[in-house]
């Protein structure tokens, strides 16, 4: 049931803050959970470093921000959005000018460890919690438009630092991506506020999907999505992280290479909004569930493909239905936490999800180094979506089970 503190007035500005929140996170999550992945053959090529200690790279982004968005979910819960915002902005953008001048891999690491720890913690788990916080009802559809922008960027970031880097270099796309991120974002910042007070004569009152009690405590809720969400990343990462080189070892050159991750993440963009407004017709565990079997199967099948035409039209369909599982976890911690605690567990089930990216993205340049080829990367990738979907869908029977007893009892 939906308490007074989910009450807030149905204010047109809850869209400039969508809109602005997806932009954000474009550059945040792009920069650090795909924006390595077309450094990883100049780098290899400069400095004859293997694909696994490269991947590294972005681990160590992805661990930054999985701490970051615990610490800063907290901070969220007790003070302004927009502060934690301006924060991330300023740090993404001084981390990757610093990235320009790098030379050894314990710099890189270190530098994009603070980046995913102060800039893209701060331009995901405040954001999103700010967002779902502004909306009473629709909340999959708003949380989808946000994260769209994650899925823009993931696409949108690797392309551009490859036409950087075929213009100036790898050098010259970390300075041109850090003035960017410099000059957009901390203007947009500006226009991050949080929601109006509770005024319940002015609530949304069209129909919410999840108008009912939840059956669990906030912490077990927490904890079971956590396991989920590590399992969905790890299946994810691999293609987004490793599909460029993998493109590249089919003899496809590194700009069109790139161009295959941004027409996944244009597919994506379309998926995220299909798949929020989906949870909120079905509810978000039966999307999760929906998504989370759409990538599982078709992740493998990567391996399978040798021209650019396959990978734009197999990319396109693949990134439609992976891009739905985590609008629809996010809208699962919505519907499924109270308010009080909600940017909290956004932070930490986010954690997870960042942590599971981190290894998967990880585990694949790791077993390519190893054997020089990357099915058991894509392998491992699908045994972990498997498992996956064996922890989803045990959450999706005993939360029916529980809550049918409860109108039992009731």
Known sequence: ???????????????????????????????????????????????????????????????GVALGGVVMGRFADRTSARRIALIGAVSLGISLLAAA?????????????????????????????????????????????????QALGQGGVPFASALFISEMGWRGAFTALGTITLILLVPLCLLIRQPPKADPALADTSPAVEDI????????????????????CITM???????????????????????????????????????????D??????????????????????????TLDG??????????????????????VRMLTPAARRASAFGIVTMFGWLGHGIGGYQGGYFFDLT???????ANAAFAGIVNLVIVG?????LNRRRAALAVAG
């Open 1 to 63: 049931m939906t308490d007074n503190t989910d009450i807030v007035p149905a204010h047109a500005y809850r869209w400039v803050i969508v809109g602005v929140s997806a932009i954000l996170m474009a550059f945040g999550i792009g920069v650090i959970s795909a924006g390595i992945t077309a450094f990883i053959i100049p780098l290899n090529q400069e400095f004859g470093w293997p694909r696994g200690s490269i991947s590294f790279i972005n681990t160590a982004g992805l661990v």
């Open 101 to 149: 001048r790098a030379d050894t891999l314990w710099q890189f690491y270190g530098l994009f460890f603070v980046a995913g720890f102060l800039g893209a913690a701060s331009l995901f788990t405040p954001l999103v919690a700010n967002v779902g916080n502004w909306f009473t009802h629709n909340v999959g559809l708003a949380l989808g438009i946000a994260s769209a922008g």
């Open 213 to 232: 009690p939840v059956p669990f405590a906030p912490n077990t809720v927490i904890i079971w999505l956590s396991a989920a969400v590590v399992c969905c």
């Open 237 to 279: 990462s691999v293609p987004l992280m490793h599909v460029v080189p993998l493109a590249q070892d089919r003899g496809i050159g590194l700009n069109e290479a790139a161009s295959i991750v941004f027409v996944m993440m244009l597919a994506g963009v379309v998926g995220r909004v299909a798949f929020g407004r989906l949870a």
């Open 281 to 306: 017709m079905i509810g978000p565990v039966r999307s999760y569930l929906v998504a989370s079997g759409w990538q599982t199967v078709m992740v493998f099948a990567f391996l399978q493909l040798d």
């Open 311 to 332: 990978f734009y039209l197999f990319g396109a369909i693949y990134g439609f239905g992976y891009s739905g599982v985590m609008t629809s976890i996010l809208v699962c």
């Open 372 to 378: 020089g080829s990357y099915t058991i990367s894509y």
């Open 394 to 398: 045990a959450l999706f029977v005993t």
